[in-house]
């Protein structure tokens, strides 16, 4: 049987996870891919911690440049992440000509225009199945799978830390800051979070995504990323009796001219199967107009799970470079499709208004959304009367356009009986 | 850009479907694989009748193995379905050196080692990506993505005219033959659904599961197949009191030293992600010792979902003719675990026992199952008292081994104070 040698760029808790695989599994990945992986260096700035797997000592090396001039290492496998040196690395791996493995969302999502271009003129290849989603295939099957769609849209739950504190808020009706608090004690959630709760994690896997799905580059700063730090727990309950799931969504959709990529909590059906999706379990629900709905699910973090899917691209490394196999990448042609300005979309909304308890009041914020075309689905007044008081008043909305609510809501806290900014959250049928 | 050649053989609904895909998405196609699919020859013995896609009248063709030995024609795609002229098209391409695409589930699951031999004899490549679950990439996932892993087992969803039966008779409180009819009528049952209601159409495909994540070979005779005629609305109701949903499943499950494969209704808890996949929607589930838990869920049949996948494939063939690259597919070794016998699978059951309405004869039932080391979890008697009639009793069992209950149910029923026989299902967790 034939075997090819892996270097692996980055000893980490992924990297170890790799090299365990490797080591441990290389029978039965042999068997099903029909050539054997064999491991020919490791390099680490670090390469004396234990890192639970025994390792040959001649193939670590903190020199990682010199593993990738290795003659005799034919696949590059970057797992340091961020986009200083792990760049440096993936940019030099394929320009001299080796095969590239890499789960590094970030240098995807930023620098995917020039990777992929350099893809294509140096004719090597680029896998990176473990940069969106963990453990589950989404990357593979956008690639290849569904190779014949046009999507109408795509919608994830891409983050496992933001959907394990959104599903304790409602399970246990927590705030914030205890769900973020308990995530951090069970491992779901960094000592540093921000990346995470505030969207851009999920904004990078969105960006990632748009690509294969449209052929498109996102620029992290021109889309909407609205993350989850400071949703209440009175709005998670409010939208729970009216029948939904607040759920932290990457939302890709074609319009006719135009993409649309969004990134904030919204508002999903119970029944809806996106719904389903709970604690650090990830998602990501695809329309095309040929397969029509589908959802994988799975593990979307974590030391193995996403080792799965770089061992799984590694496969194909090895297939590719066995038969000389290059896989050009789309890169954005000319006459791809503008991003939609945010202000334009058109969904439904969910505002929580802070309003005097008093007749009339109900009437001006309804005749203000009415001016700015907005029509009322439902209003939900929970709490008892308190005559005089600030109360909750729950709307939601039949379809309107951003900008219309946008204005509308503005005008509504600058009347003189709101107490409070509104609350708005979209709402995703 | 590249191009390659295409054959199909057999113009059916699903044939229909790559042609229009080919025809219509041809460019979003090359722009993702970088190498143009040409449609170069279609056979089929009806080359009249209109199937709504403009083809050019050229290349149509009665004699599929004249398309076959046509040096032009690099790929051939199988969509005639079944195991006679199909089987002889896919062997005569193999042989010939073409890629083969199918969607033949029957062909797979029933010719598995020949065909896979033949593959790996003569260095041609055979996709099968539709042969399971339509639009769902399961094939490809257990192919590529999940090669590293070790599979604890595998749930299926995977017929999806019992699953909209299913539901309807859960939904609508419809009994069997009424779901029966009503799915034929709006399109999701056959004329003729005895493959599919008996449970047939999942033991293929489960089969081809097992064979990829097993490594073995499974004669459909050996393995247990029930499938959902003749099960009662009431047993679907009482299922539903106690929290659980029935599904066909195909279950597959590694043990020690042997892997379990079994078709057969199956209670499962309603907060399980399998027991939201309702109507005509498929879903398998896959434990991996690697990815975790992971689903892949969408549309398991129908002309464009399982044409999508087929389109996928061909863009696999595509990309390895150019390269010339051989996947050798696991032909199952002297090792490979052997099948576990039916009786000695260990799981939980519903038992409906119907037993006259006296003092006595639950302790009488329940001492015969507690000498066959059966305990019980719960009992439910829904029906009011009615003195010296027979009631049904539902009775759920801790986990226990199918040969000690078929013994049990056998002796209950034998018993004078039953008075028809005893249905049981198994319960999946």
Chains 1, 2 share one sequence.
Request: aromatic share 4%; charged share 20%.
């Amino acid at each position: 049987m034939k075997s090819a040698k892996i270097g692996l760029a980055g000893f980490g808790t992924v990297g170890a996870g790799v090299v365990e695989g490797l080591t441990t599994h290389a029978d039965i990945m042999a068997s099903r891919i029909g050539i054997r992986p064999t491991l020919g260096g490791i390099a680490d700035l670090d390469i004396e911690t234990d890192r639970g797997i025994a390792v040959d000592a001649d193939i670590l090396t903190t020199d990682a440049f010199g593993m990738i001039d290795d003659p005799e290492i034919a696949i590059i496998v970057e797992l340091i992440g961020g986009t200083g040196i792990a760049k440096e690395i993936v940019c030099r791996a394929l320009r001299a000509g080796k095969a590239v493995v890499t789960a590094n969302k970030a240098l995807l999502a930023e620098h995917g225009d020039e990777l992929f271009s350099l893809v294509n003129e140096t004719g090597s290849n680029l896998y990176f199945g473990a940069s969106v989603g963990g453990g589950i295939p989404i990357i593979r099957a956008l690639q290849e799978s569904f190779v014949v769609n046009q999507f109408r849209g795509l919608r994830g739950i891409l983050n496992g830390t933001c959907n394990y504190i959104l599903t304790r808020m409602e399970t246990e009706h927590l705030p914030f800051d205890e769900a973020l608090q308990e995530a951090q004690e069970a491992g779901f959630a960094e000592a540093d979070p921000t990346l995470d709760i505030n969207g851009f994690d999920t904004a990078h896997k969105a960006a990632i995504l748009a690509r294969l799905a449209y052929g498109i580059s996102v620029p992290m700063d021109t889309i909407c990323v609205e993350g989850i730090r400071g949703l209440a727990a009175e709005d998670i309950a409010y939208a729970s009796d009216l029948g939904y799931r607040i759920k932290l969504l990457a939302i890709l959709a074609s319009h006719d001219k135009t993409v649309e990529v969004r990134i904030h909590p919204a508002l999903v059906p119970k029944q809806h199967m996106l719904a389903s999706v709970n604690g650090a379990f990830n998602a990501v629900m695809v329309e095309g107009d040929f397969l029509g709905s589908g959802m994988l699910y799975g593990q979307g973090a974590g030391q193995k799970p996403t080792a799965s899917t770089v061992l799984g691209d590694i496969g194909d490394a090895l297939r590719d470079c066995s038969s000389g196999m290059h896989r050009t990448l789309p890169t954005p042609s000319d006459d791809a499709p503008p991003l939609c300005d945010i202000e334009n979309i058109v969904t439904r909304y969910y505002l929580r208004v802070n309003v005097l308890d008093k007749p009339g009041t109900l009437s001006r914020v309804s005749s203000i959304l009415g001016e700015h075309g907005i029509s009322i689905d439902s209003v939900m007044q929970k709490t008892e009367e308190h005559q005089g008081e600030h109360v909750p008043v729950v709307i939601v909305t039949h379809g309107a356009q951003e900008g219309n609510i946008t204005h509308a809501v503005r005008l509504i806290d600058e009347a003189d009986i709101v107490g409070a900014p509104t609350v708005r959250l979209r709402i995703e049928q």
